[in-house]
């Protein structure tokens, strides 16, 4: 996991791999997918019909396994500023609630998704051949995952496990991505003051 948060049970360490994995796969068939449909529209002039809702199917897919994964694993940015100004006890409260919300969010998605499924079950999509209720089987199955992520970190939490602790020494998302750089950033600044020197050593 990305961000070292390797507590709780296993078969859901499995479980969250196995949903990235399926995301960028997804991903990668659903660029595939639509590189032909316009291979085909603007080279071979003939468009199949089945590229566009294959390939909208499958961007639900990772979309929501993605947004799971991003649960588990903490990578979803937040309002962050309240976090560093409470005290460790604060902070775990705060999380809690945070996390009661995805949890509630979860269940949502499972719950309307589910009842957009019995409705379009008896659909078929014509381009496809298969049933309506696949356009929203994704939405289900991510919220899903969703509630039991955040689930199994309320439990953690609730057990003891020091789940905060280790969010604490994390750094947010858009300072691990600014933290990354900053190798880069020095050797460029490194590089433009040796290019500086040499050139005013040439003009002297």
């Known amino acids: ?44 002039n003939d468009s199949p ?33 309240l976090l560093y100004a409470l005290p460790p006890a604060a902070k775990k409260w705060l999380r809690m609630i945070s996390d009661i919300v995805i949890f509630a969010f979860g269940l949502g998605m499972v719950w309307y998704g589910s009842n957009l499924v019995t409705l379009t079950w008896g659909t078929t999509l014509p381009a496809l051949g298969i049933s309506g209720a696949w356009d929203y089987i994704p939405l289900m ?17 609730v057990l003891g496990a020091p789940i905060d602790d280790i969010l604490d020494g994390i750094a947010p ?13 020095q050797k460029d600044a490194a590089d433009f003051v040796q290019g500086v020197s040499e050139h005013a050593g040439k003009k002297g």
């Open 49 to 81: 019909s089945w590229t566009e809702p294959g390939a909208v199917i499958l961007m639900s897919w990772f979309i929501f396994l993605g947004a799971a994964v991003g649960v588990r694993e903490n990578n979803h940015m937040g309002f962050d500023v």
């Open 1 to 44: 996991m990305s961000n070292q948060l390797r507590l709780g049970l296993p078969i859901l360490s499995r479980l969250n791999t196995v949903a990235l994995y399926c995301a960028g796969t997804g991903l990668v068939v659903m660029t595939a997918i639509v590189a032909w449909q316009v291979f085909c529209r603007y080279v071979l």
């Open 173 to 185: 998302t858009e300072v691990a991505v600014e933290l990354e750089s900053i190798p880069d950033v």
């Open 141 to 157: 199955g991510g919220g899903a995952l969703i509630a039991l992520f955040s689930l199994e970190r309320m439990a953690m939490r």
